[in-house]
């Protein structure tokens, strides 16, 4: 079955920097676009914006294009979301999801989610 | 953007009765091209990622059973839970994917009475 297997929980400080990870498997990762999205503690979902490893191609929601950068290494079937200055407000669960394709673009396999801690 | 907007925002309903939450959006997500409306539901239950429940406003995913269903065109949509089960609890969501930035409904919180 399809799976998307994301990199553990970190914690950090303000102002330091992280990548985290989203690693497909059981299905070829590069004909499928990734989504990014955030959930704030015990709030609601959050898109962030998607890429597609077969290009790089990508799309971020203007709440979040500057504040983060989305990867990928298809040779590794890996996604990344990365951020160069953590702030308090990033303390979130964040999940990759992929999208389904063939115009219908619904996250139908999800991560596990990486929670994100950024606390001094 | 689009704003999605739940209502309401939680409801209690005994087992065995019928759950409806509604999802409105901000302008259509109907597609003239192919009259499609491009309204996901998901469903959260807690401590675990979103499920994919219905998409193409209607359009039950494998696996989901035939208690949920999905309604509704244009801007105005219906995710109904036909008899509501225990393992229902959870916090449901709607996205549109009309256009990005592809947004969620704040989401609606349904419990057991």
């Known amino acids: 079955e399809v799976q998307l297997v994301q990199s553990g929980a970190e914690v950090k400080k303000p102002g330091e920097s992280l990548r985290i990870s989203c690693k497909g498997s059981?299905?070829?990762?590069?004909?499928?676009?990734i989504a990014w999205v955030r959930q704030m503690p015990g709030k609601g979902l959050e898109w962030m914006g998607i890429?597609?490893?077969?290009?790089?191609?990508?799309r971020y929601s203007p709440s979040f294009e500057g504040q983060v950068t989305m990867s990928v290494d298809k040779s590794i079937s890996t996604a990344y979301l990365q951020w160069t200055s953590l702030k308090a407000s990033d303390t979130a669960i964040y999940y990759c999801?992929?999208?389904?394709?063939?115009?219908?673009?619904?996250?139908?396999?999800w991560g596990q989610g990486t929670l994100v801690t950024v606390s001094s | 953007d689009i704003v999605m907007t739940q209502s309401p925002d939680s409801l209690a309903v005994s087992l065995g009765e019928r759950a409806t939450i509604n999802c409105k959006s901000s302008?259509?997500?109907?597609?003239?091209?192919?009259?499609?409306?491009?309204l996901a539901w998901y469903q959260q239950k807690a401590g675990q990622p979103p499920q994919l429940l219905i998409y193409?406003?209607?359009t039950r995913e494998s696996g989901v059973p035939d208690r949920f269903s999905g309604s509704g065109s244009g801007t105005d949509f219906t995710l109904t839970i036909s008899s509501l089960q225990a393992e229902d609890v959870a916090v449901y969501y709607c996205?549109?994917?009309?256009?990005?930035?592809?947004?969620f409904g704040q989401g609606t919180k349904v419990e057991i009475k």
């Open positions: 999801a992929r999208l389904r394709g063939s115009g219908t673009y619904v996250s139908d396999y």
């Open positions: 059981k299905y070829n990762f590069t004909n499928y676009w």
């Open positions: 890429i597609y490893p077969g290009d790089s191609d990508n």
């Open positions: 302008q259509t997500v109907l597609h003239r091209s192919n009259s499609k409306n491009y």
């Open positions: 193409w406003a209607s």
């Open positions: 996205q549109q994917y009309y256009s990005t930035p592809w947004t």
